[in-house]
């Protein structure tokens, strides 16, 4: 595993050991970061089911602003933490240790607001329900974008008040591309 592109282009990844995390494929990652294109640059970003840390040191090699990891796994946490070290990213990218909700709440009371919020739950896990977290809490910019990661045979349910905008199918995995439907959700912040 390695960043693809940007600033750190070919810096090598760690990932953590077992079965618990499974890091999203290097095409699969090509793909995404292509169809975003130059959203990447100056986003705030969130991976709230972080793994290594992936997809926000991606984006941080692309010209993110800063990034914020989130997951609940104590071996995932030390891997993303290493990662970060590694590429000498801490001044840019955050790592929270806690559950999604937690993280949730945690980021509202801070008034933080993102531009991208990449979400790679366990596939078979319902994403309505932080989705809508997401949005009740203001998390998401009205003009933001989540990316949801799921298997090829258990897309996202409709995700109201996000409308998805586009989807890929990579092998087993997929993309979901979801914003807020015109005049719903979010904060202006």
Same mark, same amino acid.
């Given at each position: ?27 699969? $990652? ?44 104590? $071996? ?32 509202? $009371? ?80």
């Amino acid at each position: 595993m390695r960043i693809i592109a940007g600033e750190m282009r070919s810096r090598k990844l760690k990932a953590p050991e077992g079965m618990d995390t499974r890091p999203t494929a290097d095409r699969v $990652k090509e793909a995404l970061f292509s169809i975003l294109g130059s959203r990447v640059y100056g986003a705030r970003v969130l991976d709230l089911y972080g793994g290594s840390g992936a997809l926000a040191l991606e984006a941080i090699s692309r010209g993110a602003e800063s990034a914020v990891v989130c997951d609940l796994s104590a $071996k995932a946490c030390a891997v993303i933490q290493e990662n970060i070290d590694t590429l000498n990213c801490g001044e840019s990218v955050k790592l929270l240790r806690m559950k999604d909700t937690a993280a949730i709440s945690a980021l509202q $009371k801070k008034r933080d607001a993102f531009d991208l919020i990449f979400l790679d739950p366990p596939y078979r896990m319902s994403t309505v329900p932080i989705c809508q977290a997401l949005v009740d809490n203001g998390l998401l910019k009205p003009d933001g974008m989540i990316i949801i990661e799921h298997g090829r045979e258990t897309p996202p349910d409709i995700l109201p008040p996000l409308t998805r905008t586009d989807h890929r199918e990579y092998g087993a995995a997929g993309l979901g591309f979801y914003q807020l439907t015109h005049g719903e959700g979010g904060d202006e912040r």
